[in-house]
């Protein structure tokens, strides 16, 4: 099992909808756990934070499930800003580096 | 606050030859942490230095290596190029006195192997 899978998309929406993406992780003794954003040839942006069950910010909602080791990225009422790709990551064993899944695309379309 | 600097932005080299990617961290922070982003995959973490000395190393062969300086800026050098190693290269530095994971990312250097 890879460190960190994720559905890799695209996920084509309209504006206004909401999309989620799943993402699984293999080592259970994770404690934090990370999403970031990455337009395209840019470098990944920090978008949330999840270190409990789940962290909420604005139109953006990160849930953790540790006992079946996913997290799911919900973002409501989608904007065309919302395109790029979405990763999801988790801190190595080390604590101090991250594995990154491949990332999930988004295109919001008009 | 000064953010992650990466230089070049763009390179373009042969199989066989050596290259150097230079980072300078953000202001404050002591760790520099490497990763390779081929085209279509997220990032591989290369290794990480931590006041000047190698701290974690994911699975990539000797022929890459790094430094750190005592200011905390990093080089990350390649030897004996091949094809697969046409990547963004990715440079995030980080605070980890403070325990914390959060890891500021450059702009990357793009490096194309012919």
């Known amino acids: 099992r890879k460190e960190v899978e994720q559905d890799p998309g695209p996920f084509n929406v309209p504006e206004g909808a909401t999309v989620a993406f799943n993402c699984t992780y293999s080592?259970?003794?994770?404690?934090?756990f990370f999403w970031y954003r990455q337009d395209c040839r840019k470098e990944p942006k920090l978008l949330m934070s999840?270190?409990?069950s789940g962290n909420e910010d604005g139109r953006f909602t990160a849930q953790l499930n540790r006992a079946s080791q996913y997290i799911s990225l919900l973002i409501r009422d989608s904007k065309l800003s919302d395109s790029a790709t979405y990763l999801c990551v988790v801190p190595r064993d080390s604590g101090y580096a991250l594995n990154f899944g491949k990332g999930t695309s988004l295109l919001v379309t008009p | 606050e000064t953010g992650v600097t990466q230089s070049p932005t763009h390179l373009i080299k042969t199989r066989g030859q050596q290259v150097t990617l230079r980072c300078s961290s953000q202001?404050?922070?002591?760790?520099v942490s490497w990763y390779q982003q081929a085209l279509g995959q997220g990032p591989q973490f290369i290794f990480q230095?931590?006041?000047?000395?190698?701290?974690g190393r994911g699975n990539f062969p000797p022929r890459f290596s790094g430094l750190q300086f005592p200011n905390y800026s990093s080089e990350l050098n390649v030897n004996a190029l091949e094809l697969d190693d046409s990547a963004l290269y990715l440079c995030a530095s980080s605070a980890r006195d403070r325990g914390y994971n959060e890891q500021f990312f450059g702009p990357g250097t793009r490096l194309t192997v012919l």
């Open positions: 080592n259970s003794a994770s404690q934090s």
């Open positions: 999840v270190y409990s």
């Open positions: 230095y931590y006041r000047e000395e190698e701290n």
């Open positions: 202001s404050g922070h002591n760790t």
